[in-house]
């Protein structure tokens, strides 16, 4: 069926270091969202990507979307123990425009 | 603007029983769809309702299904509950203006089903 991988499951890191989580799709995607949610809460949009190739920032967050529109990654530089939680990317399946979730990436931080 | 809403927050049922799940959007959306999270499975997407027509339907039994009202608050009911379906159910809602607008979504807190 149709998915949307996302990698890793699981990243520890120490406060300060980057992470990187990666989301990959069987099928191009008409566009992307990226979702935080924090533990005990609900998913938080962050940003969409709708362009191929499209490179987005917000302060610490980098996100892009793939030439073929058929992956995605959200980098974070330099960590803060604010940004702890699990974080989901949700593709739309081009033509379907059903939203698919990637299983997310649970980031912990160790002050 | 408040916020999505949904009710109940909690809500504990026995196996073969049905239950009702009710969702209030953001003011002036028309847009609702249902998520089922569970540890096992994560985000699963059930169903997405615009201006109270079905525009999307996930992979779920027909025991699953969902109504939109004319003034966007959403409803699903899960008939015939079994152990598997208790989890955390998502509503979310989102702005725009055609039945082929997919802004980003809000999300609700959340109804935690638990299924005895």
């Known amino acids: 069926g149709q998915q949307v991988m996302q990698i890793p499951q699981y990243q520890h890191v120490q406060e300060g270091e980057d992470f990187t989580t990666y989301c990959n799709s069987s099928t191009t995607l008409s566009n992307i969202q990226w979702y935080k949610q924090r533990p005990g809460g609900h998913p938080v949009f962050l940003i969409q990507?709708?362009?191929?190739?499209e490179v987005k920032k917000q302060k610490r967050l980098t996100f892009q979307f793939g030439e073929a529109k058929k992956n995605s990654s959200l980098h974070i530089t330099a960590t803060q123990t604010t940004d702890v939680g699990t974080y989901f990317c949700a593709g739309r399946i081009q033509g379907a425009q059903k939203l698919v979730f990637g299983q997310g990436t649970r980031l912990t931080i160790n002050p | 603007k408040a916020g999505v809403t949904q009710t109940p927050r909690y809500l504990i049922k026995t196996r073969g029983q049905q239950v009702t799940l009710s969702c209030s959007p953001i003011?002036?959306?028309?847009?609702v769809s249902w998520y089922q999270q569970t540890p096992g499975q994560g985000l699963q997407f059930l169903f997405e309702y615009f201006s109270e027509t079905q525009r999307n339907k996930g992979n779920f039994p027909g025991r699953f299904s969902g109504r939109q009202f004319s003034n966007s608050r959403s409803e699903m009911n899960v008939s015939t509950l079994e152990l598997g379906d208790s989890a955390l159910y998502l509503c979310?809602?989102?702005?725009?203006?055609?039945?082929?607008?997919?802004?980003?979504?809000?999300f609700g807190p959340g109804t935690r089903l638990t299924v005895l």
């Open positions: 979310a809602s989102s702005s725009g203006t055609s039945v082929f607008s997919y802004n980003e979504q809000f």
């Open positions: 990507l709708v362009k191929s190739g």
């Open positions: 003011s002036g959306h028309r847009s």
